[in-house]
């Protein structure tokens, strides 16, 4: 996910997920106990903010590697091919279009941004990507257990 962002950011200039503003928002959620609503661009910026949206980023990718395995091993409705990834990464990009954008300010499909569309397409791209390398990372890891 990390690499293909980077690789449409060189190629085509969208820019990678800012991953200080997620750890300002974790960090700013947690204290004020409260999701949505911040202005983060006015917030102090908070030490290490940045180490954390990366860890932060790392967990949740985590969470759809197992989601993923759960739904392929124990529930059946997901194989370990290119179009299940595809599929399953397609439909995961519900959590950042109705979760993060709006939790960080930038509104259901980053509606309130000034390119909504640029980045509900950027996260579509970056999604599906990720939901086809964990179906064939696990098809991969198979064959060695």
Known sequence: MDVWQRLVHRLGGLPPTNWMMVGRWLLTSVNTHKIFGHQLQKITPYPNETMIGWVFHYLIGIVYVIAYTIL?????????????????????????????????????????????????LSALGVHSVFGVAIALLLQLSQQYN
């Open 72 to 120: 392929w091993k124990n529930v059946g409705i997901l194989t370990l091919t290119f179009l299940d990834g595809l599929i399953f990464g397609v439909v995961s990009v519900v959590v950042p279009w109705f979760f993060f954008m709006p939790a960080m300010g930038a509104g259901v499909m980053g509606c309130k941004t000034q390119r909504p569309v640029v980045g509900c």
